[in-house]
């Protein structure tokens, strides 16, 4: 089929490539020009695995990346993969949606052939029957039938997005008729994931809800886990025998310094403020986020205990990306930590093997390392705060520390003396 992909972020250009690996011709928009540079010379500015490798194998062939909408009318699908921010007020601000809907539309002013607009980014329930719908047959200057509407969520988690994509454990199709429902299923075909298939706003829902879940399923540890360590008791132990029940999943329930990334915090404030709109109030939201913001902050809590005046001592952050296996720096839980020891005058000397570049964008007065051996040399203490498989091989490398205090955020370090957040 030939797709369109509107956005070439994570998600557009992770969909890109795996459309073109299903087969499919794919005409890449995307509106930044060193983006779409670099998807044409097969070189990423994302770090994903197996990312890299496809798109060498795609690009120029079957993907052709591009800034502006003139392949839209030749295509048979467009999916919407623009993104969705946290806006001022908290609920998701669609003003990106708007603009792609606006460029969208009026690229089919002048074609008569069918074509299936997908939102594949994450909206609020109501966003494609009330924005995007009315826009496109606006600027289009189409009739309602001869443009069909769908949604097609997104469930990939950044570091295994190419894996996630190629093998989803379902795929959500919502649409407001059959035909653009079908052609969206027909897009995927040689996958094997069970498709569900709903209405417009169930599937939007779908969506959030999942989020939502997880990022319950992640505060839930934490609080258990705050229990936990008062108690002395190691909370993987218990998480170990509470995920067994195959009711509960043994999945998000790693205790530690909380949730980031570009989804979970900003999904579950707009489902927090959409509940607010509709006259319900999110009790259990609420308390999700509370324990998020609360829970790296504890980590600093546990430092000044051991490093009671932290002014002028050099901490060691091991892990600024908000997961393991991205470059991706999106509400990191890293930030907070270190806004903390940057506040309370700590120096603050930081490695990642893949975020050192995204965390300066944010943070620049901090020393960024090419190495964890260099952060650790003469450093007053040690936090890791994200769960890099590497970091669990670190041994001798503490030795060059001026005072072994270690404090793990994640559950990642082997040695025994490092001391957990909630464990
Ligand atoms: N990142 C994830 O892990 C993930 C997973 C599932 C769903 N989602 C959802 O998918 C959506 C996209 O997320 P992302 O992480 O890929 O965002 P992103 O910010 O990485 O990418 C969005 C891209 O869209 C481009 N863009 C913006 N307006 C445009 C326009 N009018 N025309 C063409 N391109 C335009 C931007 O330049 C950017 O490159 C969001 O709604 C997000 O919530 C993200």
């Given amino acids: 089929m030939r797709i369109s992909v509107i956005g070439g972020g994570y998600v557009g250009l992770v969909s890109s490539i795996c459309f073109a690996e299903l087969g499919h011709l794919v005409s890449l928009v995307e509106i930044d020009p060193e983006k779409v540079e670099s998807i044409n010379l097969g070189k990423p500015l994302i770090y994903e695995k197996g990312l890299k490798q496809l798109l060498s194998i795609h690009a120029g062939r079957n993907l052709h990346a591009r800034q502006n909408y003139d392949a839209i009318p030749a295509s048979d699908l467009s999916f919407i993969c623009v993104g969705t921010p946290q806006g001022d007020d908290g609920y998701a601000d669609l003003s990106m949606i708007r603009s792609a809907c606006r460029s969208l539309g009026q690229s089919l002013k002048d074609n008569d052939d069918y074509h299936v607009v997908v939102v594949k980014s994450t909206v609020p329930p109501g966003t494609t029957e009330d924005l995007v719908m009315p826009s496109i047959l606006e600027y289009s200057g189409r009739e309602p039938g001869e443009i069909g509407f769908a949604i097609n969520p997104e469930f990939l988690r950044e570091g295994l997005a190419v894996q996630d994509f190629m093998n989803p454990d379902r795929i959500v199709i919502g649409s407001n008729e059959k035909r653009p429902g079908d052609l969206v299923e027909s897009v995927y075909h040689g996958l094997a994931a069970p498709i569900i298939r709903t209405g417009l706003k169930s599937a939007e829902m779908i969506k959030y809800a999942s989020n939502a879940f997880l990022a319950t399923k992640i505060s839930f540890s934490n609080e258990i886990g705050n229990v936990c360590k008062r108690l002395g008791i190691d909370v993987y132990e218990v998480m170990k025998g509470v995920g067994l029940d195959h009711r509960i999943n043994p999945y998000f329930l790693n205790a530690g310094i909380g949730f980031g990334g570009s989804c979970f915090p900003k ?107 260099q952060a650790l040399t003469d450093a007053d203490a040690c936090l890791v705060l994200t769960e890099w498989p590497e970091f669990g091989d670190l041994n001798k490398e503490f030795e060059l520390m001026r005072s072994r205090v270690i404090i793990d955020g994640r559950r990642v370090l082997s040695c025994r003396d490092a001391e957990g957040i909630c464990w």
């Fill in 267 to 373: 999904d579950v404030s707009a489902l927090i403020h959409l509940a607010d709109r509709v006259g319900v109030t999110p009790v259990l939201l609420r308390s999700v986020m509370d324990v998020n913001e609360q829970q790296p902050l504890k980590i600093v809590e546990i430092l000044l205990k051991s490093v009671k005046d932290i002014k002028g001592k050099r901490v060691a952050v091991l892990g600024l990306a908000f997961k393991n296996d991205t470059d991706d720096v999106r509400e990191s839980r890293a930030i907070p930590v270190i806004k903390e020891l940057v506040g309370r005058g700590a120096l603050v000397a930081a490695y990642d093997p893949k975020a050192n570049a995204s965390m300066r964008e944010i943070l620049p007065e901090i020393e960024y390392c090419k190495s964890a051996s």
